[in-house]
């Protein structure tokens, strides 16, 4: 038999899932410049993610659930980016005014299991598919670099590129927030390193290696 806990999970990740293939359909429209940020919604949880799974699930509706928020608060005059991690809110990306910079952060602040968010959107016309191209190479670069670096685990941080600014997200120690920055600052192409980092310490770093089953 099926334990309540089970199926409640399994409903939850249906329910996101559904609602993901909406967002993203939308997306794909000339009239949907809102984005998804982050990893692949709806995918796979990463077992050796620093996260715990229920984090991770808060994660994707956070950046499903805000983007269809957006949509309703800025429409299609602005190009909006939400990427959340560990349910840390980082907001990029272009919109008219500092008064709709303003809306777009409070209606982020107020979705459910929100812990915190970071506003850097910049004022202006939206750039253009090159540079949005571009950042996407950046970003790329960035993730290959850290896997080159023998002492980052490249998989447990996530890379965020906006007009060459390279935003990193994770949970990491603060030897391993310096040598990340170190290393994506040597990357062509970036024009500043920006840490929206949780800092653990080295004793929480080998807890989380250990996994539960050591407490």
């Known amino acids: 038999m099926i334990s309540k806990q089970l199926w409640g999970a ?9 609602l993901a293939t909406v967002t993203l359909a939308g997306a794909l429209s000339a009239c949907a410049p809102l ?3 982050g990893a692949m919604v709806g ?23 805000g983007a269809l928020r957006l949509r309703e608060v800025v429409g299609a005059t602005a190009r909006v980016s939400l990427t959340s991690y560990n349910r840390l809110v980082l907001i990029t990306g272009e919109v008219a005014n500092e008064a709709d910079k ?3 952060e409070q209606a982020v602040a107020r979705l459910d299991n ?16 090159t540079a949005r191209s571009n950042d996407l190479v950046t970003s790329g670069k960035v993730k290959a670099s850290f896997v080159d670096a023998h002492d ?5 941080i996530k890379v ?11 949970r990491l120690t603060e030897r391993e ?6 290393v994506a600052r040597g990357v062509g192409g970036v024009q500043k390193v920006v840490r929206v980092l949780e800092l653990i310490s080295e004793r929480e770093l080998e807890e989380i290696r250990k996994g539960p089953a050591a407490k």
């Open 10 to 18: 399994a409903s939850r990740r249906m329910a996101l899932a559904s």
């Open 35 to 37: 984005l998804v940020g």
């Open 43 to 65: 995918g796979t949880l990463v077992a050796i993610d620093r996260r715990t799974s229920g984090a991770q699930l808060d994660d994707e509706a956070i950046e499903i659930k």
């Open 102 to 104: 303003r809306a777009v």
């Open 114 to 129: 929100v812990r915190s968010v970071v506003n850097d959107l910049h004022i202006g016309p939206a750039i253009s598919l």
């Open 152 to 156: 980052l685990q490249a998989n447990t």
């Open 160 to 170: 965020v590129t906006q007009r060459g600014i390279v935003y990193l997200m994770g």
């Open 177 to 182: 927030a310096q040598k990340a920055v170190e």
